[in-house]
């Protein structure tokens, strides 16, 4: 079945950098695009970043844009979310979702089939 693991979050002081892996098992390289979200207490979920099934594509929310890059390893089915000049702002739950055969990028969550259990960023002096 289809498995998506996150890791890499924890405590960042504001302007420091940490790199988020999403690890995909049970689908094929080039079949599935992948969306990262965050959601921060008392906030909705939002759109962060996206990269489509054939690496063409790629979104990043406004927020974001500049600061964070999204790659994929085919090699090991690991998709990444490199996050520079964080903010306190940027202190959430982060997610990574997986849709199958879409190759454009989406910021809408309902548009994801499969999701990761999350992990904590936490931006803060």
């Known amino acids: 079945q289809?498995?998506?693991?996150?890791?890499g979050g924890g405590l960042?002081?504001?302007?420091?950098?940490?790199?988020?892996?999403?690890?995909?098992?049970g689908f094929t390289s080039g079949q599935?695009?992948?969306g990262w979200f965050r959601q921060a207490p008392g906030k909705e979920r939002e759109g962060v970043s996206c990269i489509g099934s054939r690496d063409v594509m790629t979104y990043y929310a406004d927020s974001v844009k500049g600061r964070f890059t999204i790659s994929r390893d085919n090699a090991k089915d690991t998709v990444y979310l490199q996050m520079n000049s964080l903010k306190?702002?940027?202190?959430a739950v982060y997610y990574c979702a997986a849709a199958a055969f879409m190759s454009y990028c989406s910021a809408h969550y309902y548009?994801?089939?499969?999701w990761g259990q999350g992990t904590q960023v936490t931006v803060s002096s």
């Open 88 to 91: 306190p702002e940027d202190t």
């Open 12 to 25: 960042v002081q504001p302007g420091g950098s940490l790199t988020l892996s999403c690890a995909v098992s």
């Open 2 to 7: 289809v498995q998506l693991v996150e890791s």
């Open 32 to 34: 599935y695009a992948i």
């Open 111 to 114: 548009e994801f089939d499969y």
